[in-house]
């Protein structure tokens, strides 16, 4: 009778607000104690020891889920019926109805967009042969998924579809016959790209696939990590041994409570673990077995030494492995797989190394796993390489995820700038220089080995230059750390990302300061300097120039609907904060993570959490996982889009804190990331757009993407030396000349040929939104104008040779005959700023378009953002119902992809490859003020406008292409040109 008191006085106190006091307790139970004939003091005593003493909200949650269905849509009223159940329970009463909703709907909000396939020759076999086969590792990793990782069911069945997928590209292992399969499977920086090869590598060993390799990186640590998830995900023990032996727990992840499977590792998660260590192991086993090895040219050897020496011998001389089917996945596949020697040379060892690998089995496929998948398009599409041939798989991450387009958006988004689809979580500082200046170098620092007094002496200077953003930084993760605790985030990992230099001896440099700033802050907790608490205070409260509190930034992602990526946002007060300082403060530790530091990041060892600063380079760029990452101090600057984005290590999953998490950076590097995010998400537009396309492969793919006017600059040279043979597209494409001479021979020349165009074009124009509009302009006049015009020497993209060139190849086509010229012109430029043509009818407003710091040289004016448009410019000759069509397509296309909030004006790739007409192009000019094209302390040299223009091309009905040979040398130039649409209406850059 006493049970069901308690589960009755249990319910009812779940629709009650907490806190709940003694008074409440009582009072629930005498109303229950008229129902039910038990004592009121024990029943009041029995409710509060629960209420006392809940279990975990994980359990609470799981318990949840085993009534809720895995797919499909969920109503409220089930949704409730499962919470009475979980409250009902009392081991979780106590949690409160309120949180255990919140996080199931934000469990089951979760939402995932379909991958897109583009494959050769398809032949699928999973469906058929699915009731024949024992999932038996695939099952007990998707419940460890479920169960222990909590990861939400959305992803858990997208990923069960998405492996089934992958298989079917590849073949059924039980088949007869020799046969070698190559995919690639493309997702998002930090997006869960592992836990879907586990997954993948559980189904294949189900499906017969016996011998699995994971080339997991270069760097031993991230080598070590990959093992360790394999181990809890796919393996279900801890490869090293001796570590289960000092604690007992041998079976760890999926392995808890779960069937024992029959499988072998023949690689450790130890530092040392890696293959060529000491093994007894049989190679001949029925039973799966597991390789995780590095990416080096010394571990590939001995990869290919024991591989080879399981082999037979043919009658032609090859070695051969008949008895195993094999799976290779490769790992970040855009590093050091790719040949990167020139066309005639051999190829690479990592490369030939791999090649050898699979060489040496009659069945065997290639998995490459990237996020950066720019290189591997331009492998040579032929036979014995690793080009993915069969199959390219374009992963979706899910909704929750925080990508490059949360962090930075399409366009730098100004200082006190809001966006309703951009956290404003980026912090850009200036104040580094004295500290590392950006062309440092490795001897810049003296050599002090026996000299201790100088040591001290530069290390203490060294320490007077610490710039105040670093400060801000170290005392922002504090303040993260504090507030995770007040969230009830205790037994969680914070980590602190430090990555400002490749040179080790600059980065012991730099682990000394912020080793000597966190004690410093940690002796002020610990013993309440008030200085010390107001600097944190001012840190969380008060908004400073372009640097906003964690107050501020907390209520603008709530008040902008971004809070619905993470229910656990809210406000807290200082009170709070101060008060779980001192804990935050004294879990810290700082570690240098490097090849010449002995520091590890053991996240493993640490079951109640780590909390560490990391201060490293390579190490920490590349596929290593850093656990609960939530403030970055970042100035590792590089033009390559792989190399960039791949150290975005701040990219993920970030429930809990999200709104905590703070990215210093300097602008430069806060651009380029906007427009490496753009690029990328036009490489993947133009994925899911080719894979609607009735026989598109992945031959198709790379050959388009080869002809990209932008591609070049995405990928180290030597990694597309196939690509010195240009050839470019520019069919769909939106083409600016970001990049002019400031030779005042060549403005005079560009502003004459300019205005004769003009003049050319005669007043029947039309006045749209303040800019003059021409339709039906010849395409002669159009070549004569670009004909005339002169760009800088380094804008191979939009060099007008070029555009020439493509223009003449499609008017055979009958296409881009007709076109529409807008010259855009700025109403509120000030009266000296106006340019009069056509006997004063038209007047033409200068814009002003502020010159990039990076790029621009005495020589040439690089526009910042690389934009001289605004967005909105390029729809201006649309009519209204071409305009409203635009619209409706994006909207549905925006609604389709999942996107917040809604579209404010048409998408440019929709306009000219849907609405637009082939046979007519758009043609804007601009004229920008001459002051933009000068950087601060350079004396200006003429007082023209500097004419730049744009052109949106229509797509095309045909593949024409222009093609043109340029020197190998030139090759960096094109690393740095590209072409994009911004996606924010920036009119002027001031």
């Not at 050897?301 to 195993?324: M, T, Y």
């Not at 050091?336 to 020139?342: D, Y």
């Not at 730098?412 to 200046?437: A, H, K, M, Q």
């Not at 430090?498 to 002796?523: A, C, G, M, P």
Request: proline share 4%; hydrophobic share 35%; charged share 25%.
């Amino acid at each position: 009778m006493i049970k069901q008191a308690v589960k009755t006085a249990l319910v009812m106190i779940s629709r009650m607000p907490r806190p709940l006091s003694g008074e409440v307790i009582r009072s629930t139970a005498e109303k229950v104690i008229q129902i039910l004939p038990v004592g009121a003091d024990e029943l009041a005593a029995e409710i509060k020891d629960i209420l006392d003493n809940p279990d975990s909200l994980e359990e609470a949650l799981r318990f949840a889920r085993t009534d809720l269905p895995l797919t499909g849509s969920i109503d409220d009223a089930r949704f409730e019926e499962v919470i009475d159940n979980v409250v009902c329970n009392p081991r979780f009463a106590g949690l409160g109805r309120d949180i255990i909703r919140e996080e199931l709907m934000s469990l089951y909000n979760i939402r995932m967009e379909d991958f897109k396939v583009l494959e050769r020759n398809p032949k699928p076999w999973v469906y058929e042969k699915t009731a024949s086969i024992r999932w038996n590792f695939w099952k007990r990793y998707s419940e460890y998924l479920l169960e222990q990782k909590g990861m939400p069911s959305a992803v858990v069945t997208q990923t069960d579809r998405l492996t089934s997928r992958i298989l079917d590209g590849l073949f059924d292992p039980v088949l007869p016959g020799a046969i070698t399969k190559y995919g690639l499977v493309v997702g998002q920086v930090q997006s869960g790209k592992t836990s879907n090869y586990t997954g993948l590598i559980s189904k294949a060993a189900d499906a017969g696939f016996n011998l699995i390799i994971v080339l997991a990186g270069t760097q031993n640590s991230l080598r070590s990590q990959t093992q360790l998830r394999i181990d809890e995900g796919f393996l279900g023990f801890d490869t090293q041994f001796q570590r289960a032996f000092d604690t007992g727990e041998h079976t760890i992840g999926a392995g808890i409570n779960r069937q024992r499977l029959p499988v072998h590792s023949v690689t450790s998660s130890a530092s040392g673990g890696d293959i060529g260590g000491s093994t007894t192991l049989t190679f001949h086993t029925n039973e799966p077995i597991i390789v995780v090895a590095k990416k080096t040219k010394p571990r590939l050897e001995k990869l290919v030494k024991w591989l080879s020496a399981q082999a037979e011998q043919r009658p032609d001389g090859k070695r051969v492995i008949r008895s195993k089917k094999m799976l290779l996945i490769d790992d970040e596949a855009d590093q050091a797989s790719i040949n990167t020697n020139k066309e005639d040379d051999p190829a690479t060892t990592t490369n030939r190394l791999i090649r050898d690998v699979i060489g040496l089995f009659e069945k065997s496929g290639y998995v490459g796993y990237t996020a950066t998948p720019f290189a591997n398009i331009f492998i040579p599409i032929e036979e014995d390489q690793l080009f993915p041939r069969d199959f390219i798989i374009n992963l979706p991450a899910p909704s929750n995820y925080i990508g490059p387009d949360r962090v930075f958006g399409f366009s730098v988004l100004e200082d006190d700038g809001d966006s309703d689809s951009v956290l404003p979580v980026v912090r850009r500082i200036n104040d580094y220089d004295t500290f590392i200046p950006d062309k440092h170098k490795k001897a810049d620092l003296p050599i002090w080995k026996t000299n201790e007094a100088v040591e001290q002496n530069y290390i203490t200077d060294f320490r007077g230059r610490a710039p105040e953003s670093l400060k801000t930084a170290v005392k922002s993760f504090i303040i993260t750390c504090a507030v995770r605790l007040l969230r009830g985030q205790s037994a969680v990992h914070n980590s602190m990302l430090i990555h400002i230099t490749r040179f080790q001896n600059w980065q012991k440099l730099v682990f000394r300061v912020v080793d000597e700033l966190l004690s410093y802050y940690k002796l002020g907790i610990e013993q309440n300097v008030p200085e010390i608490i107001s600097e944190l205070r001012a840190v969380f409260e008060t908004d400073t120039d372009g640097n906003r509190s964690y107050i501020t930034t907390t209520r603008t992602i709530l008040a902008n609907g971004l809070g619905k990526l993470d229910h656990h946002m809210q406000v807290h007060s200082w009170e709070d904060v101060v008060a779980v300082l001192h804990d935050a403060a004294s879990r810290i530790q700082v570690r240098e993570i490097n090849g010449g530091s002995k520091d590890v990041l053991d996240y493993y060892e640490h079951k109640g959490g780590l909390s560490v600063i990391a201060i490293g380079g390579d190490k920490l760029s590349r596929g290593l996982t850093l656990e609960g990452l939530s403030v970055s101090y970042y100035l590792r600057a590089s033009r390559m889009y792989d190399t960039l984005m791949q150290m975005g290590r701040w990219f993920g999953y970030r429930t809990g804190y999200t709104d905590l998490c703070r990215l210093f950076t300097s602008r430069d590097i806060n651009e380029w990331f906007c427009h490496i995010t753009h690029a990328s998400e036009e490489l993947r537009d133009e994925f899911d757009y080719m894979s609607n396309v009735a026989g598109a492969t992945p031959e198709k793919y790379a050959l388009k993407v080869r002809t990209h006017p932008g591609v070049l600059q995405i990928s180290a040279s030597n990694k597309i030396r196939k690509a010195v043979d240009i050839t470019i597209s520019w069919a769909g494409r939106l083409i600016e000349s970001y990049e002019l001479s400031k030779n005042r021979d060549t403005v005079l020349r560009n502003l004459e040929i300019t205005t004769g165009f003009i003049e050319s074009l005669g007043s029947s124009f039309n006045v749209r939104k303040d800019n003059y509009l021409w339709k039906d302009v010849s395409a002669g006049k159009v070549l004569e104008f670009l004909h005339g015009f002169r760009l800088s020497e380094n804008l191979r993209a939009a060099d007008p040779s070029n555009l020439i060139r493509f223009i003449n190849l499609q008017l055979t086509n009958k296409e881009l005959t007709s076109w529409n010229v807008a010259l855009i012109s700025k109403k509120t430029a000030d009266p000296d700023k106006h340019t009069s043509m056509i006997g004063g009818a038209v007047s033409a407003g200068w814009y002003l378009r502020t010159a990039d710091a990076m790029n621009t040289t005495s020589e040439n004016y690089y526009l910042r953002k690389s934009h001289v448009i605004s967005p909105r410019d390029e729809f201006i000759d649309l009519e209204d119902a071409e305009y409203l069509e635009a619209m409706k397509r994006t909207t549905a296309m925006w609604i389709d992809k999942n996107k917040e909030g809604a579209p404010q004006y048409p998408n440019g790739e929709i306009v000219r490859n849907e609405i637009r007409d082939p046979s007519t192009s758009l043609l804007m000019i601009y004229l920008l003020e001459p002051k933009g094209a000068f950087l601060k302390d350079e004396p200006a040299t003429f007082s023209e406008p500097v004419v730049a223009f744009a052109i949106s091309f229509p797509g095309s009905r045909f593949n024409s292409a222009v093609s043109y040979k340029i020197p190998e040398q030139l090759l960096p130039y094109f690393d740095q040109d590209f072409e994009f649409e911004q996606d924010e209406d920036d009119d002027d850059d001031n």
